[in-house]
């Protein structure tokens, strides 16, 4: 082959080696402290790349929602006609229906006091007694005052008898003179008799007598002890009538009417008693908005006065009516099931404290109600659970 001339020029500028010549050749020198080796940073690489392949599937997943078209599971209710009862519920207590508080008439020291806690006394009979010392000398004193006026009436009678039988023989002055001295020692007589009544009473009044027949409660004084007339000093009730006294908020005053029947469960009892409204108050106390109502039992009991009572009050009963659970009821409306599809449907109810709320238009009876509104959308796909 014929060599150009540019070709004898790079082969005049190589050196040529000896093979039998030791020629050490440069090494060749990789700075370890400022790169890796390949394989480790082919190693450092991959959690980057998986993380990003996670996110991207999650932002797919969140756009797309492939979930959202299966079907959720609900429990759900085939809707029938049935008695339904809407009762309200309070608490009251035991009270007797003829209470006195029986407080003194005068103020003073109390001085006898026969009775305890829980003793049954007779219309009539003694119940304290207040110190009347001071009373009885008051009308002793009275007396004596009347007892004068009538030695000065019996005078003014013998004066006039006397005139009277002198006739023509005295002066007709001295004759009105006598008859103006009886009439008043005769109004004399009247006045101190007033003022000796006057003071019976007023000792009268220091003995405390039983208005009623009943028993003893609350008794909160002892004998020494200084009262007035506005300390209570015991309550007499007749515990052959007892009541429940309650009261019951004024959102729900206008439901609660005389007659209506009750069911009366007492405080550590497992049985009931029936029983009815026997007074619903005419006014709301302002303080409380409270309205004071009494229930009175069917057949008599025995319970300590005070004793807390649960009491149902039966406000309205129905022998066919459609009820949905209050869970159940979303604002205004529910949801029913029809082909798989929950729809919400417009309802209206009694709103009422219960479980269950009586549904009065909306519901048919054979349709299928979802038991919890908040579990399922209007238009979404679900699958029946019967519960």
């Known amino acids: 082959m014929t060599k150009t001339s540019s070709d004898q020029a790079r082969e005049a500028s190589v050196p040529t080696v000896d093979a039998s010549e030791n020629v050490r050749l440069p090494a060749l020198q990789i700075d370890m402290s400022t790169s890796d080796p390949p394989s480790l940073s082919k190693w450092r690489i991959w959690p980057w790349a998986v993380a990003l392949l996670v996110a991207v599937v999650l932002v797919a997943a969140i756009y797309l929602q492939p979930w959202s078209n299966a079907p959720v599971s609900v429990e759900a209710e085939r809707v029938e006609l049935a008695p339904a009862t809407r009762v309200l519920a309070v608490n009251g207590r035991i009270a007797a229906q003829h209470t006195v508080d029986i407080r003194a008439l005068v103020a003073g020291t109390l001085r006898d006091l026969p009775l305890a806690e829980g ?5 009539g009979d003694l119940l304290a007694r207040v110190d009347a010392a001071s009373q009885q000398a008051i009308l002793r004193q009275a007396v004596a005052g009347l007892d004068a006026a009538l030695v000065a009436e019996a005078r003014a009678q013998d004066a006039l008898n006397r005139a009277e039988a002198l006739g023509p023989n ?12 009886l009439l008043t020692a005769a109004q004399e007589v009247a006045r101190a008799t007033a003022q000796v009544d006057q003071a019976q009473v007023q000792l009268d009044k220091h003995l405390l007598r039983a208005p009623m027949a009943g028993t003893v409660l609350g008794l909160t004084v002892e004998p020494g002890q200084t009262i007035d007339t506005s300390t209570v000093l015991m309550t007499v009730a007749n515990l052959d009538q007892l009541i429940v006294v309650t009261n019951v908020d004024e959102a729900y005053a206008m439901q609660i009417k005389a007659g209506q029947s009750a069911v009366l469960q007492l405080s550590g009892e497992a049985s009931t008693h029936l029983g009815k409204v026997s007074f619903v108050s005419q006014q709301v106390d302002a303080d409380t908005g409270g309205l004071a109502v009494e229930l009175s039992f069917d057949s008599p009991i ?8 649960s009491t149902n009050i039966v406000i309205d009963e129905r022998q066919d009516a459609i009820t949905a659970p209050r869970a159940a009821i979303d604002g205004e409306a529910v949801f029913v099931v029809t082909d798989g599809i929950a729809t919400r449907r417009p309802v209206t109810v009694i709103d009422w404290p219960a479980g269950r709320l ?3 238009d909306g519901l048919e009876p054979g349709d299928v109600l979802v038991l919890d509104a908040a579990a399922v959308t209007d238009g979404q796909a679900v699958r029946v659970l019967v519960p």
């Open 119 to 123: 003793d049954s006394v007779q219309q």
């Open 170 to 181: 005295i002066a007709r002055t001295e004759r009105d003179a006598a008859e103006r001295t």
């Open 302 to 309: 025995r319970a300590p006065v005070g004793l807390t009572v």
């Open 358 to 360: 009586i549904v009065t």
